[in-house]
């Protein structure tokens, strides 16, 4: 039987979406195919910043990628009933890397 995988603070988060959205970073992921590499150095830099818990490239990717569909369907469901959230501070971010985003 398989868990959910890795839980993600709120502040955890936001901090990936920050790596994320580093203009640099955003070049590298835009001109690599294979992109691993990028994720496992994104990995190194987040667990420099949450030592007590260790994250690898493929838990920070998926993460990453649940974070995007979040936001697609906070957005979509904007103005319906159930929609406003506590990660107001989130959806912020991401309107910023989405927006942003080639």
């Given at each position: 039987m398989t868990g959910r995988g890795v839980t993600f603070t709120l502040l955890?988060?936001?901090t990936l979406a920050e790596l994320w959205a580093?203009?640099?970073i955003k070049k590298k992921f835009n001109s690599m195919v294979?992109?691993?590499?990028i994720w496992d150095d994104l990995a190194k830099e987040f667990n420099l910043l949450y030592p007590e818990k260790t994250r690898n490239g493929t838990?920070?990717?998926t993460k990453n990628k649940a974070l995007k569909k979040w936001y697609?369907?906070?957005k979509k469901g904007q103005g319906k009933s159930g929609t406003a959230g506590e990660r107001d501070d989130l959806w912020d971010l991401?309107?910023?890397?989405e927006v942003?985003?080639?």
């Open positions: 955890e988060s936001e580093n203009g640099e294979h992109n691993g590499k838990q920070l990717k697609r369907d906070y991401m309107d910023s890397v942003g985003k080639n």
